[in-house]
Protein backbone atom coordinates (compact mmCIF):
# COMPACT_ATOMS: atom_id res chain seq x y z
CA UNK A 1 0.00 0.00 0.00
CA UNK A 2 1.15 3.57 -1.05
CA UNK A 3 0.58 6.46 1.46
CA UNK A 4 -1.41 8.67 -0.82
CA UNK A 5 0.52 11.57 0.88
CA UNK A 6 4.17 11.35 0.26
CA UNK A 7 4.05 7.74 -1.90
CA UNK A 8 6.27 5.90 0.15
CA UNK A 9 5.18 1.95 1.04
CA UNK A 10 3.16 1.98 4.14
CA UNK A 11 4.07 -0.50 7.36
CA UNK A 12 0.96 -3.14 7.13
CA UNK A 13 -0.38 -3.66 10.89
CA UNK A 14 -3.61 -3.61 12.49
CA UNK A 15 -5.67 -1.78 15.19
CA UNK A 16 -7.60 -3.63 17.37
CA UNK A 17 -10.68 -2.71 19.85
CA UNK A 18 -12.55 -4.71 22.64
CA UNK A 19 -15.91 -3.29 20.87
CA UNK A 20 -16.58 -2.81 17.02
CA UNK A 21 -14.25 -0.78 14.95
CA UNK A 22 -16.64 1.56 12.98
CA UNK A 23 -16.41 5.02 11.23
CA UNK A 24 -19.35 7.65 12.48
CA UNK A 25 -20.35 10.17 10.68
CA UNK A 26 -19.70 13.68 12.42
CA UNK A 27 -17.38 15.76 14.15
CA UNK A 28 -19.25 15.34 17.54
CA UNK A 29 -18.91 11.67 19.88
CA UNK A 30 -22.06 10.28 19.55
CA UNK A 31 -23.39 8.95 22.97
CA UNK A 32 -22.94 4.99 23.20
CA UNK A 33 -23.88 2.55 20.84
CA UNK A 34 -23.57 0.40 17.89
CA UNK A 35 -22.89 1.85 14.61
CA UNK A 36 -26.08 0.38 13.26
CA UNK A 37 -28.01 3.26 15.17
CA UNK A 38 -25.88 6.21 13.23
CA UNK A 39 -26.98 6.77 10.08
CA UNK A 40 -24.42 6.83 7.51
CA UNK A 41 -22.08 4.44 9.55
CA UNK A 42 -19.21 2.23 8.16
CA UNK A 43 -18.61 -1.16 10.37
CA UNK A 44 -15.03 -1.84 9.46
CA UNK A 45 -14.68 -4.76 11.88
CA UNK A 46 -17.64 -6.44 13.44
CA UNK A 47 -18.17 -6.69 17.31
CA UNK A 48 -17.06 -10.56 17.99
CA UNK A 49 -17.20 -10.78 22.11
CA UNK A 50 -14.63 -13.96 22.15
CA UNK A 51 -11.94 -12.23 19.52
CA UNK A 52 -12.95 -8.77 19.81
CA UNK A 53 -12.32 -6.65 16.74
CA UNK A 54 -9.77 -6.16 14.18
CA UNK A 55 -9.08 -4.60 11.16
CA UNK A 56 -6.32 -4.32 8.82
CA UNK A 57 -4.72 -0.95 8.98
CA UNK A 58 -1.56 0.78 6.90
CA UNK A 59 0.63 3.26 8.83
CA UNK A 60 2.59 5.89 7.26
CA UNK A 61 5.16 7.14 10.13
CA UNK A 62 6.51 10.33 8.11
CA UNK A 63 3.10 11.59 7.76
CA UNK A 64 1.52 10.08 10.79
CA UNK A 65 -1.36 8.80 8.92
CA UNK A 66 -3.52 5.54 9.42
CA UNK A 67 -4.98 4.24 6.58
CA UNK A 68 -7.84 1.39 6.62
CA UNK A 69 -8.64 -0.08 3.27
CA UNK A 70 -12.40 -1.21 4.04
CA UNK A 71 -12.78 -2.41 0.70
CA UNK A 72 -11.77 -5.54 0.87
CA UNK A 73 -13.57 -7.90 2.91
CA UNK A 74 -10.25 -9.81 4.47
CA UNK A 75 -9.55 -6.29 5.74
CA UNK A 76 -11.84 -7.17 9.04
CA UNK A 77 -10.62 -10.09 10.84
CA UNK A 78 -13.92 -11.31 11.86
CA UNK A 79 -14.79 -11.76 8.75
CA UNK A 80 -12.43 -14.37 7.53
ZN1 LIG B 1 3.27 9.27 3.95
Known amino acids: ?3 PYCGKEMEEGLTQ ?3 E ?3 LRGTKRPLLG ?3 FHDGSVV ?3 L ?3 KSSAVTAYLCREC ?3 LIDYSKEISDF ?3
Do not use: F
Open 21 to 23: IAW
Open 48 to 50: SVM
Open 17 to 19: NPQ
Open 78 to 80: NAR
Open 64 to 66: KKV
Open 44 to 46: LSE
Open 1 to 3: MQC
Open 34 to 36: RAK
